[in-house]
């Protein structure tokens, strides 16, 4: 069973500070990345992927990817309250299209 | 670009009726997604195309559950007969497999199914 974990939360955080979002995954075949951020009652958004093991940043987000531990880790600096979502976490394996998703971390950043 | 469409954003029926999905990808795109999710499940992958073709349907639930890609630019999701425990949101989503392997998808407003 390929499957993609994530703790659920609640997460909360103070403004202002950095908020980290864990994942991991059970499968080696896994090629890359996802964090979607998903507010309630909307769609999920692409807000940032990975397939290189180390970091990837983009602007207040960065990416992190280990696959010998297998797991893949997201850092939000200087946490806004508009970043209050719940972040799900996706992983595609290799020579297929699809996603597969965990059941996300709900983060709530306190004023 | 207008994104990914869905329609309609809200069906309420009953028991038994037949219910149906519509979904208009990204123009382009040459995969489409779809996913249902719900709050004890998450995101469950239903069935993805690529280029109007069925590729992997192993998570369609049952016979109840049928969907066609009829062109580029068209797909529908059919349930037939509804019941309640098909109640959830229905997302539609769309890629294009360019460069790196690192591409996503882009999800559609979803529809939210109430079966009663």
């Known amino acids: 069973q390929k499957e993609v974990e994530q703790n659920s939360g609640p997460l909360s955080v103070p403004e202002g500070a950095i908020a980290s979002l864990n994942c991991t995954y059970s499968?080696?075949?896994?090629?890359?990345f996802f964090w979607y951020r998903q507010y309630s009652g909307k769609s999920p958004e692409l807000i940032m992927s990975i397939y290189s093991n180390g970091d990837k940043e983009d602007g207040r987000f960065t990416a992190q990817l280990n696959k010998a531990s297998q797991y893949v880790s997201l850092l939000i600096r200087d946490s806004q309250p508009s970043d209050s979502a719940t972040y799900l976490c996706?992983?595609?394996?290799?020579?297929?299209?699809?996603?597969?998703f965990g059941t996300g971390t709900r983060l709530t950043i306190i004023p | 670009d207008a994104g990914v469409i869905q329609s309609p954003r809200h069906e309420v029926t009953e028991m038994g009726q037949e219910v149906t999905l519509r979904c208009k990808p990204i123009?382009?795109?040459?995969?489409l997604f779809w996913y249902r999710q719900t709050m004890m499940r998450g995101l469950e992958l239903l069935i993805y195309f690529n280029n109007n073709v069925p590729i992997d349907d192993s998570g369609m639930p049952e016979d109840r559950f049928s969907a066609k890609m009829p062109n580029a630019s068209f797909s529908t999701l059919k349930i037939q007969p509804s019941e309640p425990r098909d109640s959830a949101v229905y997302f539609c989503?769309?890629?294009?497999?360019?460069?790196?392997?690192?591409?996503?998808?882009?999800f559609g407003s979803g529809t939210r199914l109430t079966v009663v």
């Open positions: 123009s382009g795109h040459n995969s």
């Open positions: 996706a992983v595609r394996y290799f020579g297929n299209e699809k996603l597969t």
């Open positions: 989503a769309s890629s294009l497999a360019v460069g790196t392997p690192d591409y996503g998808y882009t």
């Open positions: 499968d080696r075949g896994s090629q890359s």
